[in-house]
């Protein structure tokens, strides 16, 4: 069992580290159009939206997040972002 974590663990780390070498040796940097919405919380435990000035986010073509970026099969996947005003 132990053998099989030690391998887990040496197998994920072998790929982020691959992916920061990618990332550091030729970084691909795309724009991404984000929308964002304001959540307004209401009367009776409702919430309202409302639109916000939209955004476009930098973000890296690799697995993980680099440099402060996001990786952009995320970003591309949650073009909306919601922020939430207190209650």
């Known amino acids: 069992m132990v053998r099989i974590v030690l391998w887990a663990a040496g197998a994920a780390g072998l790929v982020y580290f691959g992916d920061w070498a990618l ?15 304001i959540a307004v919380h209401e009367k009776f435990n409702k919430i309202g939206y409302e639109p916000t000035d ?8 690799t697995l993980f997040s680099h440099a402060g970026s996001r990786p952009c099969w995320y970003v591309k996947r949650h073009r909306t972002e919601v922020i939430d005003i207190g209650e």
């Open 23 to 37: 990332a550091a040796i030729h970084p691909r940097y795309e724009t991404v159009h984000v929308d964002r919405l």
């Open 54 to 61: 939209s955004r476009d986010e930098r973000c890296v073509g």
